[in-house]
RNA sequence: CGGGAUGUAGCGCAGCCUGGUAGCGCACCUGCUUGGGGUGCAGGUGGUCGUGGGUUCAAAUCCCGCCAUCCCGACCA
């Protein structure tokens, strides 16, 4: 294995398909869009899930699954949800040789065959609110794909919630929009400004949808995750009813959210440097790797080995996630990088010299910090450095965002920005969607969120100069 | 779907202009060597040159078609 990779400053684009690759966190597949999530990219996966698991289910939510083909005519049924996804469905129309009576979408979203069954399952107020999971995978036909942040099919959870009123179906959307927050922030690291989307860039379907956007090391924003308040919308064209308190037929108000294996790319790219992928101790499959640093050939598995061994039992028993590095046809050099580039977050050298202290070398990750650990202290030690590895790169990646967000007065000074050093720019917006859409054909940048926290606008509309009805997050987007 | 480029070993490339037994680096295998930041040496395995046709005694190389991939735009979690 090769184990240069292009450095950022060079072409970023190229570092981040280099970082996937050689981390071996994916690899491509033999079709077309599609990628292969290898063992060590999809423990990454699995650590994120079990804790977005967590968090769903705490917030009263239960996991169910449904079926992976939607007939096309439950697909039609809401009107601007089948105009916004039909461009990228995949469609079966053979089965068992034979033509089907009627084509099946492979599911680019489930509202369709989740509200269909809704219909079924909801009859009276006693049966609301409805709150439901789904982990699954999904298909969009997209034009252009990279791993991770756009694949043909992918991996990610939805959830589907009907309410019997609209200020419980909005509460539910904030609180889940919360829950993205607080995941991206808290197991992530990765800062995030959440916000409400603008028309032109709501779901298909939703009254309004949310989302959480992150800024890359490039300067441009990825969504992380959305939150869409559905309206009753979806009731409607499913005929989801029931009887309220007062025995009059009413529509419930949905919601759905999600987000996918998406994350996995912005992990990358707001932690990663030019010696690989660095990842933050809440996800990462092994938070201490050990390599052994043999000293004579022959002798190292008697002298050495025991004692790493030994070690790693203690880190284990105090439940952390630890890999012996034992290979005994690497040297400790290539094993430095080979880990350094999978973005384990401590590494800890141990050879004759520090079994004759009874210490090891503790190395960080990140800041490439060594210290000598007594191994008496060891469990202790590695118990503070990983949470603190974990809190320094969630502020690093904070100042990189807050360096990195500019408030711009003129149009001018925007279209200055947008062209060099991209970014977040907030500025006036006068709600037009001609504003919006001018702005994007002249910088490319689109308007990513209306932020919750906005303040009132205090100045006019960047581009047309007339009042602003709100200060909105300008970027160039993933 | 428009504009540009590229398809030769697992990966990265040379060879093509000027047709004549398919090569280099990395990876992989074997042996020795080395071992606290990607050891070194020697030997070796592996390719219907994207694909179909044409020209020719002879095609990776020249000509035509097709397919695929990548980059830049329009669409998107």
Not at 212 to 229: F, I, K
């Amino acid at each position: 294995m090769s184990k240069e990779i292009t450095p950022k400053g060079e072409d970023y684009s190229q570092w981040y398909l280099d970082v996937v690759l050689k981390a071996e966190l994916a690899d491509y597949a033999p079709v077309r869009g599609c990628m292969v999530i290898r063992p060590y990219g999809f423990a990454v996966w699995e650590a994120m899930q079990a804790d977005m698991d967590r968090r769903i289910k705490e917030t009263g939510h239960l996991n169910a699954y449904f079926p992976l083909f939607v007939p096309k005519h439950l697909l039609e049924k809401e009107k601007e949800h089948v105009e916004g996804f039909s461009p990228e469905c995949a469609w079966v129309t053979i089965g068992g040789g034979e033509e089907l009576e009627e084509p099946l979408a492979i599911r680019p979203t489930s509202e369709a065959m989740i509200c269909t069954m809704y219909a079924k399952w909801v009859k009276s107020w006693r049966d609301l609110p409805v709150l439901i999971n789904q982990w699954a995978n999904v298909v969009r036909w997209e034009k252009v794909t990279r791993p991770f942040l756009r694949t043909t099919e992918f991996l990610w959870q939805e959830g589907h919630t009907l309410h019997a009123t609209e200020r419980e179906a909005e509460e539910e959307t904030m609180r889940m929009l919360g829950m993205y927050r607080d995941f991206y922030q808290e197991v992530l690291a990765v800062p995030v400004v959440p916000g409400r989307k603008t028309d032109s860039e709501k779901f298909a379907g939703a009254l309004r949808t949310y989302s959480v956007e992150a800024l890359m090391g490039d300067g441009r924003a990825l969504q992380g995750a959305t939150s869409h308040n559905l309206g009753q919308h979806f009731a409607t064209a499913y005929g989801i009813e029931f009887l309220d308190r007062d025995q009059q037929r009413a529509l419930p108000w949905s919601t759905s959210w999600g987000a996918s294996t998406r994350m996995i790319g912005g992990l990358i790219m707001t932690h990663g440097d030019d010696s690989g992928l660095i990842l933050p101790p809440k996800v990462a499959p092994y938070q201490v790797v050990i390599v052994p640093i043999p000293p004579r050939k022959g002798d190292w598995n008697e002298a050495v080995l025991p004692k790493c061994r030994e070690v790693a039992a203690l880190l284990r028993g105090a439940g952390v996630r630890v890999h012996l590095d034992d290979r005994d046809t690497q040297q400790p050099g290539f094993k430095y990088a080979d880990w350094e580039m999978r973005g384990v977050p401590l590494r800890i050298e141990l050879g004759q010299r520090d079994i004759e202290g009874s210490q090891c070398v503790l190395v960080r990750r990140d800041t490439r910090a060594k210290e000598n650990v007594p191994l008496g202290g060891l469990a202790a030690r590695v118990g503070e450095v990983l949470p603190a590895l974990q809190r320094d790169l969630l502020e690093r990646a904070r100042r990189f965002l807050a360096e990195n967000t500019r408030r711009v007065s003129s149009y001018d000074e925007f279209k200055q920005v947008m062209a060099d050093r991209r970014g977040f720019l907030v500025a006036g917006w006068c709600g037009s969607a001609d504003c919006e859409a001018r702005v994007k054909q002249e910088t490319r940048a689109t308007i990513r969120v209306i932020p919750l926290d906005g303040a009132s606008p205090s100045g006019p509309c960047v581009r047309c100069g007339q009042p602003a009805t709100a200060e909105v997050y300008f970027a160039q987007a993933y």
